[in-house]
């Protein structure tokens, strides 16, 4: 069974980093894709960023582009989200989700393995 763990959300500035990990593991096969999502009180949830496992190919959102970097790290399974020049709007809760196949970038609903999210909150 697959499991995700997503950690490093916390409270920072307008302008400040934070850098988000998921730990995942459970995978038979090397064909998936993780992706971050997240969701604001009352909003939808949002498409953030993914990257497939079989060809590195990464994706980002318009509204994160240039400020935030999705990664791996294949020795520790874990898939970071590096987000800098943090603004108030990107204030949710982020989620790591993952699926076999799929590639980038992929609907929230063709997931079927997610993480519990963790809170990124910016002030201004």
């Known amino acids: 069974e697959v499991q995700l763990q997503a950690s490093g959300g916390g409270l920072v500035q307008a302008g400040g980093s934070l850098r988000l990990s998921c730990a995942a593991s459970?995978?038979?096969?090397?064909?998936?894709?993780i992706g971050w999502f997240r969701q604001a009180p009352g909003k939808e949830r949002e498409g953030v960023s993914c990257?497939?496992?079989?060809?590195?190919?990464?994706y980002h959102a318009d509204s994160v582009k240039g400020r935030f970097t999705i990664s791996s790290d294949n020795a520790k399974n874990t898939v970071y989200l590096q987000m800098n020049s943090l603004k108030p709007e990107d204030t949710a809760v982020y989620y790591c989700?993952?699926?076999?196949?799929?590639?980038?970038?992929?609907?929230?609903?063709?997931?079927?393995?997610w993480g519990e999210g963790t809170l990124v909150t910016v002030s201004s």
């Open positions: 989700a993952a699926d076999y196949g799929l590639g980038c970038p992929a609907r929230y609903y063709g997931f079927n393995y």
């Open positions: 459970g995978f038979t096969d090397d064909d998936y894709t």
């Open positions: 990257i497939s496992a079989s060809d590195g190919s990464t």
